[in-house]
């Protein structure tokens, strides 16, 4: 059985991270709020642990990077996720890291939007994760709300590259829509929003863990 990390960007202490002013907070629940304006590492929290309960009910062993409520550095984060490899062994574990999107100015509403995802080192298990939540996100959101975005092109400066790259186990970085952006931000939050993201993060799972298991039966995976 698969080991599923599941990693949650951001904590109480990183400035910035946070939506525009809400002039309207109906159907925005108070706890991802500060003030009248939405906290990206309090919603990463919530759906990391949600997705992790649902994993549980399905039979996967599940663990947080961070259970920390204040920002752990990346380098930290690399290194207790190696350490799990280390333990179960690299192939043996997989690697969710959630996020969301924003615009450079997070103080003025964005046109920016949508849900996107990146993976790197393209091999096999890497390959198939990136293909198994594509394919759940657009089913679950709607391909007209999935960006097709280049999952590869990550810089090796940019804190995305670094995790990914850095990791020993195979792994997929999502960005869960912008809430820099007023329509995407409502959706997120929403119950059927936030139904659909967990669903579609487990779904993936589940189906990964499945040809997972299949290839390895046929001799096609190391």
């Not at 599941?6 to 706890?31: C, H, K, Q, V, W």
């Not at 500060?34 to 663990?63: C, D, H, P, Y």
């Not at 890291?97 to 003025?108: A, F, P, Q, V």
């Not at 119950?191 to 993201?197: F, I, S, T, V």
Request: aromatic share 10%.
């Amino acid at each position: 059985m698969i080991t599923v990390l599941i990693d949650n960007a951001y904590g109480l202490d990183t400035r910035g991270r946070m939506s525009p002013f809400i002039e309207n907070i109906d159907g925005i629940p108070l706890s991802f709020l500060n003030g009248n304006r939405f906290r990206e590492w309090i919603f990463n929290r919530e759906l990391a642990k949600s997705i992790m309960v649902e994993l549980q009910r399905q039979g996967f062993v599940t663990r947080l990077v961070v259970n920390e409520r204040v920002d752990i550095n990346l380098a930290s984060r690399v290194k207790r996720v190696n350490g799990i490899c280390s333990q179960y062994g690299a192939k043996n574990v997989l690697l969710l890291s959630l996020g969301c999107g924003s615009s450079i100015n997070e103080n003025e509403w964005s046109d920016e939007k949508g849900w996107s995802f990146y993976v790197t080192n393209k091999r096999f298990e890497n390959d198939l994760i990136g293909s198994c939540i594509m394919s759940h996100a657009i089913k679950c959101l709607g391909d007209s709300n999935v960006v097709k975005n280049n999952p590869y092109e990550i810089q090796e400066c940019d804190h995305k590259g670094f995790l990914l790259k850095k990791v020993l186990c195979p792994s997929v970085i999502t960005r869960n829509f912008f809430y820099t952006n007023e329509s995407n931000l409502r959706y997120m939050v929403s119950d059927e929003g936030y139904k659909n993201l967990v669903k579609l993060h487990v779904d993936a799972v589940l189906d990964y863990a499945k040809t997972l298991k299949e290839e390895a039966n046929r001799g096609i995976v190391p």
